[in-house]
């Protein structure tokens, strides 16, 4: 009886946590992580396991990495001596070979992705003067569409985020503050270069 209970409560807390995703503005990202990001000082041990290197990136000269266990649930970006505990793991995210993405720029930064309620959850790194560190707010794509990409050409990368329902584009700046949308479209093969959607700074219009 307790282990039932125990399961329903489960699974009602990570419903909820999904629902929340859902974007409830058109200014920024959806979701404010209760825990921030914190680093550690060891990435001997992912969860209860040891970690194994999923993918690795050369960004600003130095070498990125995802680590997780073998289930792809407990992960750690690791860039020099910098460890960050993955936050989207926690809502239930599992990370594989895709799920990084860095870019290197004026600021560079990495994405860190899995699939979560048919669409996919994103957490962003980014690298200020040699420091790496979380932002805590995820990204979510119900069309399971997350990039990063330059498209107002300020020289830092945008987070491009692909809705399905309307069709759309959004795209945020590092901080988190709206950069544009898209019009709307009726079909996602509209969006340009779809599936490897490029934007263009003229694709973009005010929210």
Known sequence: MVTAVLAVLVTVGALIGVASLRSRDEGGPA???????????????CGSGPCRVLASQTVDGGTVELLADDQGANGQFRAGGVVVQTTITRLGARLDAGSLSCVTASVSACLVTGPLSGGRVGQLMIDRAGTWRSVDKPYFSDAGVLTLNSVSGSGAPEVVVVQNSPVQARVYALD??????????TYLSQLRGWPNVRLEASDLRAC
């Open 176 to 185: 988190g503050s709206s950069v544009g949308c898209t019009r709307h479209y």
């Open 31 to 45: 979701l404010q992580m209760a825990a921030p990001a914190v680093p550690v000082t060891t990435a001997e041990e």
